[in-house]
């Protein structure tokens, strides 16, 4: 919540900040600029040590309406596709395993983290529940926290261009429906979608105001409650909001700081984007699908920055949000066994 003025003016100058990212990557045409500009822009601005932060209430605003957005897109031959989706899962499930076990034996064995340091920082996503996690152990969380942030900057940049590569078109990221959504359904869906969140917030839900609106907006959509999409006007400010999160995780974090853990998150990132390259292709097949779009639900970037990629490109939106909130999930069981599988004593002696 915003507390002081000094809390307004840090939210002030970081969204300006986003926004000028965003202009200057739709002058230099990159691929996804209202995401890709702001966290490049702002992750720069708060390595040169100005702090950046954003209001939890915009925050929860942008990724509610973003949920909505999403939610409009779930037609009837995207609900159908669900009855092929378990194989997706399973196959999630053990890439996800497949990640923790190698990039921890990466920086156990060449970085130097200890065991438990080394599954926190390779976990492939859930940065909140991770940090969480690791504020309760005796380790170096600032180590891994920045591991953490250059997986997600590194993802939020490759991503549009992998979706290059597979023809996906990029140009067009934001737009206009051939139907606006009706004024009295959007306060609705406003109104339910922020009460479930709140509601669902307090069980530990990961992004719980976005997967809220998400489902509401898609389950009244596939009832014909309502119809229609929002307007680029409010669509396109929450996607840069959701680039300028990206790149307020590297406030607090000095150049020195970086530099000492950037081999190891860039190595690591590269590792996890193989696994889960090697991964998707053989799934796309199976489930006919374009490799892209499986790519893109696999990608193990940050929950609201993949499933607002996976709108801005077009990308089937119920597989994406499922298969990404389904990631955190399974990271939720998968990695406090992992890295509580050592007593206290063997964490600091041990290594593979």
């Known amino acids: 919540m915003l507390n002081t003025q000094s809390d307004a003016g840090i939210t ?3 969204l300006i900040f986003g926004a000028a990212g965003a202009g200057l990557a739709y002058l230099l045409a990159f691929p996804v600029y209202p995401i890709l500009g702001p966290a490049i822009c702002v992750s720069a601005i708060a390595l040169a040590g100005v702090k950046c932060d954003v209001a939890v209430p915009i925050r929860d605003t942008a990724l509610l309406f973003i949920g909505i957005s999403i939610g409009s897109g779930v037609d009837a031959n995207a609900a159908a596709a669900i009855l092929r989706w378990p194989i997706a899962f399973l196959a999630l499930a053990f890439m996800l395993m497949v990640i923790l076990q190698f990039c921890r034996y990466l920086l156990n064995g060449f970085f130097g983290f200890d065991r438990q340091s080394a599954v926190l920082a390779a976990a492939p996503g859930h ?3 991770v940090l969480s996690l690791g504020s309760t152990m005796n380790i170096d969380i600032g180590r891994v926290s920045i591991v953490q942030a250059i997986r997600v900057l590194a993802l939020t ?3 549009p261009f992998v979706a290059i590569l597979f023809g996906i078109d990029t140009s067009n990221v934001v737009s206009t429906p051939t139907q606006f959504m009706q004024a009295s359904h959007t306060v609705f869906l406003v109104v339910v979608s922020a009460a479930s969140g709140f509601l669902i917030k307090h069980y530990s839900v990961p992004a719980p105001y976005l997967i809220a609106a998400m489902l509401l907006s898609a389950s009244t959509q596939l009832t014909g409650l309502t119809s229609g999409a929002l307007p680029p006007v409010i669509a396109l400010p929450c996607f ?14 000095t150049l020195r700081q970086l530099k000492s853990s950037l081999l190891a998150g860039s190595i690591t990132t590269t590792a996890t984007v193989i696994i889960a390259s090697v991964t998707a292709i053989p799934i796309a097949c199976f489930l006919d699908m374009p490799i892209a779009h499986v790519l893109i639900a696999f990608a193990p970037g940050g929950l609201e920055t993949m499933i607002a990629m996976g709108a801005v490109l077009g990308i089937n939106p119920g597989f994406v949000a499922a298969c990404h909130v389904a990631r955190l999930f399974i990271l939720t069981l998968l990695v406090p066994v992992m890295a509580g599988r050592l007593s206290p004593g063997e964490e600091s002696t041990t290594r593979d």
């Open 12 to 14: 002030l100058h970081t």
């Open 127 to 129: 940065l909140g529940f």
């Open 157 to 159: 940049i490759s991503v």
């Open 240 to 253: 840069i909001v959701v680039g300028t999160l990206i790149g307020t995780r590297f406030s607090g974090i």
